[in-house]
């Protein structure tokens, strides 16, 4: 006989003929996961979605409307200021939307004197 532990009932017993995947089978029924897997299944299209706008949105772990409100607010206080330091952050938030020099020309223009 094989013993399997089976969370929540303990050990069960499988005749030595049964092999594993046949056992496997036999816990799903046994532990009633077939149901919970054809509820599941019929909400994949919901799953694949949600999991699709999350990586659009986490690819990297970073929220990019976050980043990108930050890069805009850092060039907004470079244009107010005239302070470099706030360029530099804008160009590095940038980096991480992986944003280049011909589609945003401003965040790498030369620095002019800022006129108050």
């Given at each position: ?79 107010r200021t ?35």
């Open positions: 006989m094989k013993t399997v532990e089976v969370p929540g009932l303990g050990l069960v017993d499988f005749p030595d003929t049964m092999t594993e995947g046949e056992i496997q089978h036999k816990l799903a029924e046994f532990t009633r996961q077939r149901p919970t897997l054809l509820k599941l299944s019929g909400y994949f299209e919901v799953y694949l979605d949600a999991l699709n706008e999350l990586s659009e949105r986490y690819v990297t772990g970073f929220d990019f409307n976050l980043i990108a409100d930050k890069m805009l607010d850092r060039f907004n206080l470079y244009r005239g302070d470099e330091r706030h360029r530099e952050e804008a160009r590095r938030y940038a980096a991480l939307l992986r944003l280049d020099s011909r589609r945003f020309p401003a965040l790498y223009r030369r620095a002019r004197p800022h006129l108050l």
